[in-house]
């Protein structure tokens, strides 16, 4: 998990002509507040009964002929063990024994309760600093592991890429796209049928005869996208598989996910690339420190999360936790309804 910023407490500026601009028509900066600016002083502001992340939730049933992935307050809190734990007890024979054993249990909070309803046709990316709990996530949709909270429900098996598509680094990529196809559950028919066409989108023609362990990581990533998206997946997991290869390679990949896309399926996309999220997303989810921040528009999530991402890296974590309140308060809890008898199958 990411470390989060320090604490601060709201404060208030007493501005006199300048109106919180300086002589040149700029926004002040936070972090460089000081008595040069004309303001008379910094009032403290205490956050009343009700602050303002506390509203009401919002309410959204979900539509059984449209909906392809619904996420239901569902968290993960991982056990782990401990060699340090024992000193955190406060039973003196508990203490004693796990410190005979070596060790004790502790809790890891990958991620806090989330909710949201992702519909056929969107593209959803799914952007935080290392350690946000993104890959949780994937795992959660996928079913792999079960949430500790809450529940987690879709139309179909989602696939993810790299995990259905196993690529074998013995054998050339030729035989890997068969036996890609054969394990995605294609005939051996329709694993010819497809086979020009992951060809084409991985744009490894020249190199199908070379084994795989010849590849270097960004063509075994194409290759492995090729054959993932290959069976017409309903729900499509990509986690940071698209930030290799060229200009040609990512325009052939958006192609391919309108494709997926225009055949009711959704996709959720997974990169640091926040080019590529704005390019292919109809929609980006920002997870910071296991918690939702935010939900909506691509432009204007990532430019939340590049200006976090630039405080964080230039030490100005005030400013930094500024920005995380700030976008955490345009975030509407959701409560999430079913209509009867139109629940999905959970996921696992």
Request: charged share 25%; glycine share 8%; with cysteine.
């Amino acid at each position: 998990m990411s470390t989060p910023a320090s604490n601060y407490t709201p404060r208030r500026a007493n501005w006199m002509s300048t109106n919180g601009k300086t002589s040149d028509g700029l926004d002040l900066d936070p972090e460089s507040f000081d008595e040069g600016f004309g303001f008379d002083e910094i009032e403290e502001i205490a956050w009343d009964d009700h602050p303002l992340t506390q509203s009401a939730p919002l309410v959204e049933t979900v539509d059984p002929k449209n909906v392809s992935v619904v996420v239901d307050a569902a968290s993960k809190t991982y056990r782990i063990r401990s060699g340090n734990e024992h000193l955190k007890s406060t039973k003196r024979l508990s203490k004693q024994v796990q410190r005979v054993l070596g060790s004790g249990w502790s809790e890891v909070h990958a991620l806090d309760e989330l909710s949201f309803v992702v519909n056929r046709g969107e593209t959803v990316g799914v952007i935080g600093t290392n350690g946000s709990g993104k890959s949780t996530l994937m795992k959660l949709l996928t079913g792999k592991i079960r949430p500790s909270t809450g529940e987690v429900y879709a139309t179909s098996t989602p696939i993810m890429l790299g995990v259905n598509a196993a690529l074998v680094k013995q054998i050339s990529g030729r035989e890997n796209i068969r036996l890609g196809c054969l394990a995605m559950g294609l005939s051996p028919k329709q694993a010819e049928q497809k086979f020009d066409m992951i060809v084409e989108i991985s744009g490894l023609k020249d190199a199908l005869d070379m084994p795989l362990k010849a590849y270097s990581s960004g063509m075994a990533s194409r290759l492995q996208f090729a054959i993932a998206t290959s069976v017409d997946p309903d729900i499509l997991l990509i986690d940071e598989a698209l930030n290799t290869g060229d200009a040609q390679f990512r325009a052939r990949t958006k192609k391919r996910l309108d494709e997926v896309r225009s055949q009711a399926g959704c996709v959720f996309l997974v990169s640091h690339s926040l080019g590529t999220i704005k390019q292919m997303c109809t929609r980006v989810i920002w997870i910071e420190q296991g918690r939702m921040l935010a939900d909506g528009d691509p432009e204007w999530v990532c430019s939340q999360y590049q200006e976090y991402t630039d405080h964080k890296s230039n030490g100005r974590m005030r400013s930094a936790q500024i920005v995380y309140d700030r976008t955490l308060l345009k975030l509407s809890p959701l409560q999430i309804e079913f209509a009867d008898g139109t629940r999905p199958t959970k996921a696992g």
